[in-house]
């Protein structure tokens, strides 16, 4: 017996959760160990019909998780050759042990330097997040261009659970975003698919005519699955196009992507996981740590050092080791966690362009669009004009273009 739809099933197929072909089978030998489907992660029936690894991997998909529109491209590949492999593209090239050139940045050398020095007010140009005394990055022996040492090394192609085609890296300079259809990129900015959030950083695009699929390098990098702080260490988290309520913020927002634990049926949105674990607090030199809640609350209170309010212990928050500062997450990295000061967005004709600044007056300007007090860490600015993020921008941009 066999369903009319899936007599029309694939005989060899390319996934991106898998680095071979998958053929299609009617059953597979027993092997005494239980298989998970690499897509729902739940059990696989031996002697069911399902997709398997060509090369004898210890890996196989449900025929319907396989065929999912979002995990495979539509392509039978029975009777195609496999192609050879692409020889890898790499980020840079080294020139010594303490320098090498960006893809990025080739015009100019980057020279290694190692955490426990004081970095000012640096930004790394990939994730946008501000260099901490621990980190090491690398820096430009003659302009002000920054990278995180782990973000010089992402690849320049990669395969995601999130998107059914591989991905390409681009910088924010780069001339070939221009001939993509990347939403806003040409503008200066785009909006990441995964998390749903602004940012100006490097991008991982989908470069399929027609796709415009488009992740920010934290969304991108991304293990499948992942272990996280926030649960159990033996729970890990999986990409499996579920989604529910976050358990950090409780957001059920569908323009984002959500990670599962398949134990527990709860899940975290891609905004909540790709939050830094370490954090920098101009008023203290060490480093705040991401706490995600503590569940067994004292009697103590705690309040935030910006805001002056008391903290919902069981809420997310930053703080040092010894619990002496304590931080709301949105007081210390503000909404738009991934738009850097200083930062010029360009619009199309007809309007000004608008500047990302650091919201540091003696009291807090008044959004044109929202009326309410702009309390965010950056402020937006067009015209003389404040606006307390691009979205409030473009509100009153719609209404008058």
Partial sequence: ????????????????????????????????????????????????????????CHY?????????IEVWDGKDLEGVPE??????????????EETIQHFSHDHHYLKIHHGNENHGNKFCQACILQ????????SCVQCEFVLHETCACFPRKKCHSLHKHPLTLFHSQSPHLNELESHYYDLGFFVC???????????????EEGCEFQLDV???????????DCHPHDHPLYFNFTQG???????????????????????????????????????????LTLCCGEEKTTDLQYWCEICES?????????????????LHVECLLGVVVYMKPNHLIRMHEGAESILIVYNSGNSRPVCIECKRRCGDTLLVKSSGNNYCTIDCYFDIYAYHF
């Fill in 60 to 68: 196989a998909v449900h025929s319907k998780c396989a065929t999912n």
């Fill in 193 to 207: 698919n995964g998390c749903g959030g602004h940012c100006c950083g490097f991008i991982y695009t989908c470069c």
């Fill in 245 to 287: 309520e976050c358990m950090a913020c409780k957001s059920t927002l569908d323009s984002r992507k959500f990670l599962e634990c398949i134990e527990c049926r709860t899940f975290l949105c891609l905004k909540c996981a790709t939050l830094p674990r370490l954090a920098h607090y101009k008023h203290d030199k060490h480093p």
């Fill in 131 to 138: 260099i901490t005394v621990s980190d090491s990055f690398y």
């Fill in 310 to 326: 008391v903290m919902d212990a069981k809420k997310w928050f930053y703080t040092c080791n010894s619990y002496s500062v304590t």
């Fill in 218 to 228: 934290r969304c991108a990098s991304l293990p499948d699955p992942i272990i996280h």
């Fill in 1 to 56: 017996m066999v369903h009319r739809r899936c007599i029309y099933l694939p005989r060899a197929i390319k996934i991106t959760r898998h680095q071979h072909r998958l053929s299609h089978t009617s059953s597979l030998v027993p092997s005494g160990d239980e298989l998970s489907c690499g897509v729902c992660r739940k059990l696989v029936d031996v002697n069911y019909g399902q997709f398997s690894c060509n090369k004898g």
């Fill in 83 to 96: 192609e050879e492999e692409e020889e890898v593209m790499e980020p840079f090239v080294r020139i010594d």
